[in-house]
């Protein structure tokens, strides 16, 4: 199987993606959310944050350590089961919902930028290296495809599409 994508392209992604949550952030207009990983429940703007924001300190996490040469405990499949996934999904924004909002939206920044930073930061002879551990994911076993694995963990790693976790159609 290829490798996913460049490094270059990954944060250009992990951007373009980020910036159309802060447009949501910024925007006057009904948001629709189309895919609501928590499930049937409704979810707003400041949920859809939330819930980003915590998966993207997770991200955070597994790529420096696995910079470091270690496996992070998102990458062991006994957290890959479903009722794991929502577990941490509903009690995050739950647990999020009781900051003020001016607060979720500066964390969702900071994250934001120091995910970028730290996939920026990564030495390129290192992204498409074999990785010192197994994760459990299909994709390949290098930091691309870690990066790929955490970020979309139900994409096909062939595809350009990046984080399709949640779908905003900002009517601008």
Known sequence: MPDFMDQATACQALTTDRDHLLVAIAADTPVQIHHNPLG???????????????????????????????????????????????????????????????????????????????????????????LPFQHSGTQPQTLAGLCCKVNMPEADPTQSKVYQHATVHLGL
């Not at 996934?85 to 607060?103: F, S």
């Not at 969702?108 to 498409?128: N, S």
Request: hydrophobic content about 45%; overall charge negative; glycine content about 8%.
């Open 40 to 130: 049937d429940e409704t979810m707003s703007i400041a949920d859809l944050v939330i819930h980003v924001s915590m998966w993207d300190e997770i991200v955070l996490g597994v790529l420096t350590e696995a910079v470091a040469g270690r496996a992070h405990w998102y990458v062991d499949s006994r957290w890959e089961t479903k009722e794991c996934g929502q577990a941490l999904n509903v009690g995050g924004v739950r647990a999020g919902r009781l900051v003020p909002e001016p607060l979720v939206y500066e964390r969702f920044r900071t994250v934001r930028d120091a995910l970028i930073a730290a996939t920026a930061a990564v030495d390129p002879g290192q992204w498409h290296k074999d």
